[in-house]
């Protein structure tokens, strides 16, 4: 069975620190890895997402995640965080199985930016 | 203004009641979802729809059931038999459900069984 690993559970930064958060899958065939984001208050939405090309996708807000087939990860990264990127993050890989989607999430990570 | 509405934001049922939850959504996605968020656990799948009238479990669908008569809704019943369902509860859609669908999510439910 497919699985998802966020290593970093509840990470603190202080503004214009760079982050990088790691997201590990199991499974060998074709997958489609996504990021969300859920800012307090505000459903969960769609950060990013590699779909096939270029393994390094860029998202909204200055986010951008790096597919390393090889190792299995897509971790996220931002050069500078701002306070109002406070919030839980989640990866999830998406793979075709018997005919239908079967995605899975990570448990997430909870960002908190201190000004 | 298109999107995925869920309703009520918050439900309270005693233990041994079934309780449904209701998602609609107007943005004419093919595939609906629904999750289960706990803390610490993130988000588990519990069944999912591509195609009206039918639907497949997901990892959790112990306790729940589901229907998908109309594309617009897939309303979850949570069933007394569900040892643990307070919880909070998020309903999504895609477009047609393939593996490079982004999803879209509502606002969520949170459920409390007293």
């Known amino acids: 069975a497919q699985s998802v690993s966020q290593h970093n559970h509840h990470v603190i930064l202080s503004e214009a620190a760079s982050l990088e958060l790691g997201c590990n899958y199991s499974?060998?065939?074709?997958?489609?890895l996504f990021w969300y984001v859920q800012y307090p208050g505000q459903h969960l939405q769609l950060l990013l997402k590699y779909f096939s090309g270029d393994p390094l996708v860029k998202g909204i807000k200055g986010f951008e995640a790096e597919f390393i087939k090889s190792k299995f990860s897509f971790n996220l990264r931002k050069p500078s965080v701002q306070w109002s990127d406070t919030a839980e993050y989640f990866c999830?890989?998406?793979?075709?199985?018997?005919?239908?989607?079967?995605?899975?999430f990570g448990i997430g990570t909870k960002l908190q930016v201190i000004p | 203004d298109g999107g995925i509405t869920q309703s009520p934001k918050y439900l309270f049922r005693k233990e041994g009641q079934n309780v449904t939850l209701s998602c609609e959504q107007n943005?004419?996605?093919?595939?609906m979802y629904w999750y289960r968020q706990d803390p610490g656990q993130g988000l588990r799948l519990i069944y999912y729809?591509?195609?009206?009238?039918?639907?497949q479990k997901g990892d959790i669908a112990e306790g729940y059931s589901v229907s998908r008569e109309k594309k617009e809704s897939f309303p979850l019943t949570v069933t007394s038999a569900q040892k643990n369902p307070t919880a909070f509860y998020l309903c999504a859609s895609s477009m047609v459900g393939g593996p490079g669908d982004t999803q879209y999510f509502g606002p969520g439910t949170r459920l409390t069984v007293l």
């Open positions: 499974y060998g065939g074709t997958v489609n």
């Open positions: 729809s591509q195609i009206v009238n039918d639907f």
């Open positions: 943005l004419n996605h093919d595939a």
């Open positions: 999830a890989v998406n793979l075709r199985a018997g005919g239908y989607q079967k995605v899975t």
